[in-house]
Each structure stands twice: as C-alpha cells, then as structure tokens.
Nanobody, 120 residues
Framework: QVQAVESGGGLVQPGGSLRLSCAAS????????MGWYRQAPGKQRELVAL???????NYADSVKGRFTISRDNAKNTVYLQMNSLKPEDTAVYYC??????????????WGQGTQVTVSS
C-alpha cells in the first residue's frame, strides 16, 4: 500500500505565501504524476496543479503565475508553493500520487487533506 501525507497548511493573510508538502511512502516502484487538488465548502474538488514524471506541469487558470508545483523524486515528495494568496484560495488541499507498486500493480493514492485559509 502507498500512503500520501500532506503538511504545511494553515491561516495566512491575503497576499501571503504558504508551501505545502506531500510525501508518498510504501512499496513504490515508480511514481508517475503527482498533483494537488482543492475543495472549497459547497464546491466540487478541482485540480490545482499537476506534475508528471518528466517534469511537465499543468495549472488551473486561477492559480497560474501565483502557484508553483515541484517534486523531489529522491524523496517521493511533491510541493506546492503558493504566493499572492487570495481569499478564494481558501479550501482543503489534497495531494494525489499515482504510479506502480513493487508487486501489486498500479496505485492511486490521496492524502488526508490540509486546510488552507486565506483571511485578514
């Protein structure tokens, strides 16, 4: 089994910054894509940013130019640097990791979620 554990959420003022981290652990053979999603109250979960094994990235239009996704393959960790935060960025942020386990085939794991609140 592969687990994903997030950290780094919290309360920040508008215009501030936060950095989220998500570490995957378990019987990992290879990680393909790693991504961040968010879900605000009363809304559906949406993709925030995605990074492939080759380093290609994709961002939601609402965060382009403000958020940066990166990964450390040696640590099986994905990061989300969030700058110029706005109140509308308030949500629970989830990481998603997919790939292949050593013996059990493919996996698609979600983190438990971390709250990000942008408020003055």
């Amino acid at each position: 089994q592969v687990q994903a554990v997030e950290s780094g959420g919290g309360l920040v003022q508008p215009g501030g910054s936060l950095r989220l981290s998500c570490a995957a652990s378990g019987s990992i053979f290879r990680i393909y894509a790693m991504g961040w999603y968010r879900q605000a109250p009363g809304k559906q979960r949406e993709l925030v940013a995605l990074i492939t094994s080759g380093g290609s990235t994709n961002y939601a239009d609402s965060v382009k130019g403000r958020f940066t996704i990166s990964r450390d393959n040696a640590k099986n960790t994905v990061y989300l640097q969030m700058n110029s935060l706005k109140p509308e960025d308030t949500a629970v942020y989830y990481c998603n990791v997919n790939g292949r386990e050593v013996t059990a085939g493919t996996f698609n794991s979600w983190g438990q979620g971390t709250q990000v609140t942008v408020s003055s």
